[in-house]
């Protein structure tokens, strides 16, 4: 019988171990998801289920598994010597976005939920990362070098008609995401010597700092009701908090002294 399902799955090593977990909107309810004895993390709930895909070095190098939140239904999808990871679900849960370096420089790829119909989206030079979906499926934010620098791009779920929305000459965090309406994509960028939480428009307007101050404020990610979680090296360790669409009312959600990564809120 599978269990309630939290809404945040994160990424600890609370346990001596780098594995995923859940837990409750306001940080109760923790509760270990995978039990590997190798890495795994960056999960991502399948939209309106039980389960989510994540990466795991299980069998040596970097897949993509997915499994239910109560530990049944393991399933690798990916199985190459290359990295395979960060997987996104599309909002319709049959397609799931992921990173490889299969063929040189990590690409952004697509296939079915099942694993099969692999299609690489990005072909330019330099490196394609952190993809992520609008909330309507049609269109595909990433992180790319092509310009020469990293910036956030925009294309269609095809991966055609690529246009860059950022042009700062700075470093764009690796973990992107649109806000539910469509209309803003938050995302981490090192202007200074920090890391901090940034939110621009979906078509490159209106670029604001969110975060400002010494910590290491990084993944964003939205939730439903359109507030923005993240990690941040605040307190002393990487820890999950989140805060209002403005940068304010920041709340911390974990406590532990190990490593704590926010991965995915069900959206």
Same mark, same amino acid.
């Given at each position: ?82 990295? %395979? ?6 909002? %319709?849960? $049959? ?28 072909? %330019?030079?330099?490196?394609? @990362? ?10 595909? =934010?990433?992180?790319? $070098? ?8 925009v294309m269609r779920a095809d991966g055609s008609d690529a ?13 992107? =995401? ?17 890391? %901090?939480?940034? @939110? ?14 010494? =910590? ?12 923005? =979680?993240? $990690? ?9 908090? @989140? ?7 920041? @709340?911390?959600?974990? $406590? ?12």
């Amino acid at each position: 019988m599978l269990v309630n399902r939290p809404p945040i799955l994160f990424t600890s090593a609370r346990g001596g171990n780098v594995d995923v977990y859940v837990m409750d909107a306001d940080g109760s309810g923790v509760r270990r998801v995978t039990t590997d004895a190798r890495v795994d993390q960056h999960g991502d709930w399948a939209p309106g289920g039980f389960n989510f895909a994540f990466m795991s070095n299980r069998d040596g190098d970097y897949e993509v598994f997915t499994m239910f939140i109560d530990g049944r239904g393991i399933r690798q999808l990916t199985s190459n010597a290359s990295s %395979d990871g960060f997987p996104r679900w599309s909002p %319709d849960g $049959t397609r799931i976005l992921f990173t490889s370096n299969r063929n040189g420089p990590f690409d952004l790829f697509l296939m079915s939920a099942d694993g099969t119909g692999v299609v690489r989206l990005t072909r %330019d030079s330099g490196d394609n @990362v952190g993809g992520t979906w609008s909330p309507d499926g049609s269109r595909i =934010a990433f992180v790319s $070098t092509r310009g020469g620098l990293e910036d956030i791009y925009v294309m269609r779920a095809d991966g055609s008609d690529a246009v860059r929305i950022t042009n700062n000459a700075i470093i764009e965090g690796s973990r992107i =995401a649109w806000s539910p309406d469509g209309t803003k994509i938050v995302f981490d960028g090192q202007r200074d010597r920090n890391v %901090d939480i940034y @939110v621009v428009d979906a078509d490159g307007r209106n670029e604001r700092r969110l975060t400002d101050g010494l =910590a290491q404020d990084r993944l964003p990610s939205w939730t439903p009701d359109g507030r923005i =979680a993240f $990690t941040s090296d605040r307190d002393g360790d990487d820890e999950v908090y @989140v805060m209002s669409a403005d940068g304010t009312n920041s @709340v911390r959600l974990t $406590t532990s002294a190990a490593l704590d990564v926010l991965d995915s809120w069900h959206r």
